[in-house]
T-cell receptor, first 109, second 113 residues
């Protein structure tokens, strides 16, 4: 079993729609949870981090965490073509970082 | 601009050889971690260094080793290269602000023939 599981996609949504990205993790000791965005040929960059159960909103992005279900999600509202990228879920137990394989998002104009 | 610089950007080696990849941080991150990213996969955690000591390691064999220097620059060494070692190797500095954010360099792409 992988430490972090994501649907590889591609997930295609029309411009202006809500994109929903999901992730599950196996290590119950994980304390910190992250969503990174990676454009083709570039390095990952942080979108959101969340530590506590519930929702966290930042602009068009909302991260949701449910530790009991070991589930993390990212909602992107009003999706733009510039949001087209691979989204990586990452979890961090103490002194380690585990990334999922990423979900490729395509936002169609 | 993350302030994390890696070298070389690309290199080609043959099976059985050894390679050293380098990472430096303008921001002086005292915690640095290394990742292997195969094509179409997410970054896989290799190890983490804090104040020149390895303090976290992923599921990689001992032929993957590292160093961190007093100026917080870092090296990843891989011995006895195998074809499956072909990947993008990413170095990341950990935010000192307590958010857990990783600042990635642009990576070193290694091809093993």
């Amino acid at each position: 079993q992988k430490e972090v599981e994501q649907n590889s996609g591609p997930l295609s949504v029309p411009e202006g729609a809500i994109a929903s990205l999901n992730c599950t993790y196996s290590d119950r000791g994980s304390q910190s949870f992250f969503w990174y965005r990676q454009y083709s040929g570039k390095s990952p960059e942080l979108i959101m981090f969340i530590y506590s159960n519930g929702d966290k909103e930042d602009g068009r992005f909302t991260a949701q965490l449910n530790k009991a279900s070991q589930y993390v999600s990212l909602l992107i509202r009003d999706s733009q073509p510039s949001d087209s990228a691979t989204y990586l879920c990452a979890v961090s137990p103490f002194n380690k970082f585990y990334f999922g394989s990423g979900t490729k998002l395509n936002v169609k104009p | 601009e993350t302030g994390v610089t890696q070298s070389p950007t690309h290199l080609i080696k043959t099976r059985g050889q050894q390679v050293t990849l380098r990472c430096s941080s303008q921001s002086g991150h005292n915690t640095v971690s290394w990742y292997q990213q195969a094509l179409g996969q997410g970054p896989q955690f290799i190890f983490q260094y804090y104040r020149e000591e390895e303090n976290g390691r992923g599921n990689f064999p001992p032929r993957f080793s590292g160093l961190q220097f007093p100026n917080y620059s870092s090296e990843l060494n891989v011995n006895a290269l195998e074809l499956d070692d072909s990947a993008l190797y990413l170095c990341a500095g950990l935010s000192a602000g307590g958010t857990g954010e990783l600042f990635f360099g642009e990576g070193s792409r290694l091809t093993v023939l």
